[in-house]
């Protein structure tokens, strides 16, 4: 389904140099809510701090407004972009999926749709959500094995094909439904080496493979690939090997009940630290069990962006307290963001954001211990248990975290009534994903 251009239009953003900065930051200050977001050109990482510093000057905690003084991100869309130019030059027969739910941004989403990437989709709203871009849904996957009967309504309903199935249940759903869809049969894998594990939900495994293949056959169903995730934050590249291996095994099957596949979906898992060695491992284990005719598509989240978004928070209270072996000042620190909001990664994700200063009223740096809590009557809501920073932080100053991208505003919650709408001031340090921003065509 093509989406009318107007629906391009409402998301298209006006981008600004440097210099615009401050006029440009009262707009999105003023209409957060409002699609047109304005988009900085940066020369380099480090404006994203002076980005930061120029926000956080503008608020003075004793005489703003309620929330005012709530924490914010600074997006770099240019991270976001150089990430995709270094898939290409790694992966370079693998078209990425980006998985929507990592971090549903529509700015980001916008550069994606158009760098040409597909994206995978596991619910109506995020196949509503990229669809208003304009995307074509034959780049769309919708990814989750086990879907709600009306969204696989919505899913035929809209022309969204490709979706994956790991169980028999969910085959005569979709015969009901949407018995033209392009099936994909997702299989388990090892993931024992990933920091978020999946297998233990989903994933057909390699004894139900067969059975599941005959029982698509004999409802005359359309299965067109195979699928599998390694669990998310992989941290062994051979899960990769091993997992390719399987899936071959899966494609002989489908040829025995009478299959003919065309495709590998290789799903998500890539971090950025060993990007490379991930990728190499991949692509060598692809060259031996599947032929260049096979189309590979992966699902990659947390990778695009979990570099691109830092976050600043303020300190809305301190207690000090006496360390009882040394006698050190060591200070408690109540931020206005804890793990029910943004540092929800905590929580679900397994991190541990690491703060850095990015105001401190001390002139005098002394290394001094901290631990980091959250603005909540729960005590789990805690950020940091034991950190040192350079200076005696006091109420009103600011922290900020890096790598703040994947996983975090999407899991906010509201709890005990903050708020989970928080601020993005984008910013770019890659010229190229400003012009593409600024062209209004979507690629498809
Ligand atoms: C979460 C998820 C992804 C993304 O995983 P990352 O580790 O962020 O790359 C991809 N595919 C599926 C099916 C997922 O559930």
Request: aromatic residues 10%.
């Amino acid at each position: 389904m093509v989406m009318a251009p107007s629906a391009i239009t409402t998301t298209y953003a006006e981008i600004y140099d440097l210099e615009h900065y401050s006029n440009t930051l009262k707009l999105v200050t003023e209409n957060s809510d409002v699609k047109h977001h304005k988009i900085e050109s940066l020369t380099s990482k480090e404006s994203v701090l002076d980005v930061f510093k120029k926000r956080i000057a503008e608020i003075n905690v004793d005489s703003c407004q309620p929330g005012e003084e709530d924490a914010f991100y600074v997006a770099d869309l240019g991270e976001v972009y150089r990430q995709h130019l270094r898939w290409k030059m790694n992966l370079a027969r693998v078209k990425p999926f980006y998985a929507v739910k990592c971090n549903p941004d529509d700015e980001v989403l916008r550069l994606l749709a158009k760098l040409g990437t597909g994206f995978d989709c596991a619910s109506q709203a995020e196949i509503e959500q990229v669809l208003k871009l304009g995307v074509d849904p034959a780049r769309i996957i919708y990814a989750q094995p086990c879907k709600t009967k009306s969204y696989i309504r919505y899913a035929a309903k809209v022309g969204v094909k490709q979706m994956t199935f790991d169980n028999a249940d969910e085959l005569l759903k979709i015969k009901q439904f949407f018995p033209d869809a392009e099936l994909v049969l997702r299989i388990l894998t090892d993931d024992s080496a990933s920091l978020c594990r999946l297998s233990a939900k989903f994933g057909a495994s390699l004894d139900k493979t067969q059975e599941l293949l005959d029982l698509a056959r004999n409802l005359g169903l359309n299965v067109t690939g195979v699928s599998f995730h390694v669990g998310s934050g992989a941290s062994d590249p051979a899960s990769f090997t091993k997992a390719v291996r399987d899936a071959r095994v899966v494609f002989d099957q489908a040829t025995s009940a009478g299959f003919n596949l065309q495709m590998l979906d290789v799903g998500g898992g890539f971090v950025d630290g060993r990007f490379e060695t991930f990728a190499s491992a991949l692509t060598e284990a692809l060259e031996e069990h599947f032929p260049p005719y096979i189309r590979i598509i992966a699902e990659p989240g947390r990778y695009y962006v979990a570099n691109a978004f830092s976050m600043a928070a303020n300190i809305i209270a301190r207690r000090d307290v006496q360390d009882g072996l040394t006698g050190e000042r060591a200070y408690m620190l109540y931020l206005n963001d804890g793990v029910y909001g943004n540092f929800s990664n905590i929580i679900f994700d397994h991190q541990h954001p690491s703060a850095k200063i990015l105001n401190c009223r001390d002139p005098y740096q002394i290394p001094t211990d901290y631990s980091i809590w959250g603005p909540t009557c729960d005590g789990i809501d805690v950020i940091t248990e034991r950190c040192t920073l350079p200076g005696v932080l006091n109420v009103g100053d600011w922290l900020f975290f890096d790598e703040m991208g994947a996983y975090t505003r999407c899991s906010a919650t509201r709890f005990n009534g903050f708020t989970n709408k928080h601020e993005v001031i984008y910013v770019s340090s890659e010229p190229g994903a400003v012009a593409l921003l600024r062209s209004c065509e979507c690629q498809s």
